[in-house]
């Protein structure tokens, strides 16, 4: 799973062993607190950035589209 942390958020806070010192105090395993103690779901997290990615981009894409059809430059 550690390999799966490294693919969509390196750690800056470890030397590669898997375990942090947190901002909240506590060692834990990467990516596994927001540093308010708190667990988080660092892939529902990371759909959630994708989401929002592709969402502009597909406005964007329909932004573009609709320039072409009424021939004016994007």
Not at 29 to 53: M, P, T, V, W
Request: hydrophobic share 25%; glycine share 10%; proline share 1%.
């Amino acid at each position: 799973m550690q390999e799966f942390y490294d693919l969509i958020a390196p750690c800056d806070m470890c030397g590669g062993d898997g375990e942090c010192t947190c901002e909240c105090g506590d060692i834990h395993e990467c990516h596994q607190c927001d540093g308010s103690g708190k667990s988080i779901n660092i892939r529902n997290l990371y759909e959630k950035k994708l989401r929002a990615e592709v969402n502009c981009l597909l406005a964007y894409k329909l932004f573009v589209d609709g320039k072409k059809e009424t021939g004016e430059s994007a």
